[in-house]
C-alpha cells in the first residue's frame, strides 16, 4: 500500500462525519473552589494523551502525575516531516501514530529527551528535575493500529531517562484505539471506532487515578456532585481552538473543603460537542473523584475545517494553534492550549466566590 493512501486513512479517521463549530452558548463563569494546586494531575486519550503529556512536561513544578492513554512522547511531531504537508503535520499523522503502517521510524526518546533539555535551558518549560517525582501511567492495546505500541513504548524511555521512578505499564489487552472501561454499554474491546470507548472490563480512569494518587479510597455508588459548564471564550481566542464551553465535575464536598484537580483532555472526535456527556460523564473519572475529592476538569477543543483546521477536534501536538505552524510553539508555556487550561486552573485555585477577573 502507497504511503499517500496510508496518510488518506490516517486523514479520514481524524475526520468527523459532521464538524461543525457548536453554536453559542450562554453558559456560566468558570468559579473558584480553592483548590491545591500542588497535587494536580493530568491525562488523555490520544491527542488528549499528547495534550496531558506535554502540560506535564511544560509545568512539572505543578503536575504530580500523567495518565497517557495510546500517546506518544513529549515534542513527538518537532522533528520535520515530508512536504508538501505541514512540517510538524506530516510527523504527528506518521511516526507519532502507527510508524509501521507508514513506513516511517518511531519516535526517538533520546533525541526528544535532549530537545527537551534545550527547551528547559532556554526557560520555555519548568525545570526537568521535577519529572523525577512525577507519577506516569501509561496504557496500549494490543490491537490498536492508531497509536501504535511502539510509539507509546517510547513515552516510558523518555520518562526513564528523566529519572521517573514510579511509571506503570499497562499494555496486557487486546484493546482498540479508545478510552478503557468498563461499560456494557461501549464497544467491544478490541474495536477501533467512532466514539472510542472500549468495553475491556476495566475500569482504566478508576485504575489510572489510584496510581496518580495513591490510597484513593473506592469509586461512590451514588455521585454527590454535578457537573459545571462554563465558559471556555475569556481563556483564549479563536486561534486556540477551543470550544465555548468546558465542564468541570465537582464533588459535593468541595464545596467546603480543600480539593485537588485533575484534569482530563478528550480525544480526537471526543469533544461533548460529537460525543454529549460521554467523556465528561461516563469514562469513568468522576465516581472516583466525588469519593476522594478531586474535581475533574474536562476542557474541549472544537471542530473546525476553516481556521484553525482542526476537522478532527484533536488536542494540538504539532502546531494548529501557532501563529507560526513551521515554528510552533504548542509544546512551551506560550502555546495558546497550554495557556488556556494553566488559566483555568489558576481560575480553580482562587479563594471561593473571588470574582473572575
Not at 479517521?13 to 491545591?36: K, M, N
Not at 484553525?308 to 504539532?318: A, E, I, M, S
Amino acid at each position: 500500500m502507497r504511503v499517500g493512501r496510508k496518510l488518506a486513512m490516517l486523514a479520514a479517521w481524524l475526520t468527523p462525519v459532521l464538524a461543525v463549530r457548536s453554536e453559542a452558548v450562554s453558559v456560566q463563569p468558570l468559579p473558584a473552589f480553592q483548590v491545591d494546586l500542588t497535587q494536580t494531575t493530568v491525562s488523555g486519550l490520544s491527542s488528549g494523551a499528547y495534550m496531558a503529556g506535554q502540560f506535564a512536561v511544560i509545568h512539572s513544578s505543578m503536575i504530580t502525575g500523567a495518565g497517557i492513554v495510546a500517546g506518544g512522547p513529549y515534542n513527538c511531531a518537532s522533528r520535520p516531516g515530508w512536504p508538501p504537508f505541514t512540517l510538524y503535520w506530516s510527523n504527528a499523522t506518521r511516526a507519532c501514530m502507527n510508524p509501521q503502517a507508514t513506513e516511517s521510524s518511531p519516535p526517538d526518546a533520546v533525541v526528544l529527551w535532549r530537545d527537551a533539555q534545550q527547551i528547559a535551558q532556554a526557560g520555555r518549560i519548568d525545570a526537568l528535575p521535577n519529572l523525577r517525582r512525577q507519577k506516569i501511567y501509561l496504557f496500549s492495546g494490543r490491537e490498536d493500529k492508531t497509536v501504535a505500541t511502539a510509539v507509546v513504548d517510547q513515552v516510558r524511555h523518555f520518562y526513564a531517562l528523566a529519572g521517573t521512578a514510579s511509571i506503570h505499564y499497562r499494555n496486557d489487552l487486546q484493546a482498540g484505539h479508545g478510552m478503557v472501561t468498563n461499560d456494557p454499554g461501549d464497544s467491544a474491546c478490541s474495536l477501533t471506532a467512532a466514539p472510542y470507548f472500549n468495553n475491556c472490563g476495566l475500569p482504566l480512569a478508576r485504575e489510572m487515578l489510584s496510581h496518580l494518587y495513591p490510597g484513593l479510597g473506592p469509586p461512590s455508588a451514588q455521585l454527590s456532585g454535578s457537573t459545571i459548564k462554563f465558559d471556555q471564550r475569556r481563556y483564549a481566542g479563536y486561534r486556540a481552538g477551543l470550544d465555548d464551553a468546558g465542564y468541570a465535575y465537582v464533588p459535593a464536598a468541595c464545596s467546603s473543603r480543600r480539593c485537588r484537580v485533575h484534569v482530563a483532555f478528550h480525544g480526537c472526535m471526543q469533544g461533548a460537542a460529537l460525543v454529549k456527556d460521554h467523556f465528561y460523564g461516563r469514562a469513568g473519572y468522576n465516581a472516583v473523584a466525588d469519593a476522594n475529592g478531586i474535581i475533574v476538569l474536562y476542557p474541549q477543543v472544537r471542530t473546525s475545517w476553516f481556521y484553525p483546521y482542526n476537522p478532527g477536534g484533536c488536542w494540538d501536538y504539532w502546531g494548529y494553534s501557532s501563529a507560526n505552524p513551521f515554528r510552533p510553539d504548542f509544546h512551551t508555556r506560550e502555546g495558546a492550549q497550554v495557556r488556556a487550561v494553566y488559566a483555568m486552573l489558576q481560575r480553580l485555585a482562587q479563594p471561593r466566590n473571588a470574582p473572575h477577573p
